[in-house]
Structure formats: C-alpha cells, structure tokens
C-alpha cells in the first residue's frame, strides 16, 4: 500500500505515463509473439528468448500493480474465481523466475519438448522444468518466505506447462488491465 501512494502521489505527466505504459505492453506483445516463432539453435538462446519475455512481463505486472493497484484489482475480479488464482500464481511464478535469473545465469528453467519432428522447436514449446527449493539460509528471515511463496507459484502454476501457455495466461490478463488503464485514462480526460 505504501509503495502504491508513493507512486500515485509522484505521477508527473499522465499522459507520458500512458505512452510509457502503451510502449512497454508493445515490447511485451512482440517478444511473446515471437516465442512462437524462434527456433533456438541452442537452450543458451532459447532461454535468452525467455528471460526477455520474463522481463518484459515482470516490469509491466510491477508497474500496474505499483501505478494502478484498483484497476487491476478491478480486472482481476472480473475473472472467474477459480482462474484468479492462476492468473495470481503464474504472475508470481514469473517474478520467481526473474529474481532466480539473475543469480543463477542459465538458471535451467526450460528444456525443449521431448520429441521435436524437426529436430529444432520453436520457443514456445519449451517446458518449465521442476526447480529445487532455492536455498533460503543465505536470505534475510524476512526475504525467505516472499521467495518461497514464489517458488511455490512457479512449480504449481509454470513447471510441465509449454513457454507458450504461461506467456498467454499472463500476457492475456496484463493486455486486460492495460487496457482498462487506457480506458480509465480517456475517460477521466473527458
């Protein structure tokens, strides 16, 4: 909550703020798009793929929910109660990946489908790989079960699924809330 107003009370230009909002869901449009496209010549760049599109993710989810915490609320409760959850896990399943990212380089999180008639898989269909527990004596007592609760997301709602199926649970539900942002936007402006 506190981080919410701090955000809302600092809001400079709206207006800049909804160009910079409408830029960052095109960037993470493209590089979910083209997951179904790329055909890594190796896992190094197929999880170079991924971790951009986990970005891209990751930085619009934190934005919405820091600039305009009601809305996506508002767009949350609007889906069905038994896919929240999904929709909440597989968000928090991706900041996992994010923060887990950059500490273990490669990180292991994808593996290309098991049986490819081609020999080279698109992007997309890559699977999420079982992770273990990440170590949490090295963390901070309060840091060990934000990052649990994380990992937890991560193995129900991203690990067996394809690349593809959590990119559209996700980018589908940030492409929702943006647009009610939008929307929000141009109506307080008449």
Do not use: K
Request: include cysteine; glycine fraction near 8%.
């Amino acid at each position: 909550d506190c981080r919410v107003g701090w955000n809302r009370d600092h809001l400079t230009d709206a207006v800049a703020e909804e160009r910079a909002l409408e830029w960052s869901l095109t960037g993470m449009q493209d590089v979910i798009a083209q997951l179904d496209l790329d055909r890594p010549a190796d896992p190094a760049a197929a999880f170079s793929a991924v971790a951009e599109a986990v970005w891209w993710t990751t930085i619009i989810d934190a934005r919405l929910i820091r600039q305009y915490m009601d809305l996506y609320d508002a767009v949350l409760d609007a889906h069905q109660p038994a896919q929240q959850p999904m929709i909440e896990g597989t968000l928090a399943g991706l900041r996992f990946v994010r923060n887990q990212m950059s500490a273990d380089g490669q990180g292991g999180f994808i593996e290309p489908p098991a049986s490819v008639g081609d020999g080279v898989a698109v992007t997309a269909t890559w699977r999420w790989v079982h992770r273990p527990e990440p170590p949490l004596s090295e963390l901070a007592a309060h840091m060990q079960p934000w990052v649990m609760t994380r990992y937890q997301a991560y193995e129900q709602w991203l690990a067996g699924d394809s690349v593809g199926q959590v990119f559209q649970r996700a980018g589908g539900f940030l492409n929702l809330a943006a647009g009610r942002v939008t929307a929000d936007a141009l109506t307080n402006l008449r």
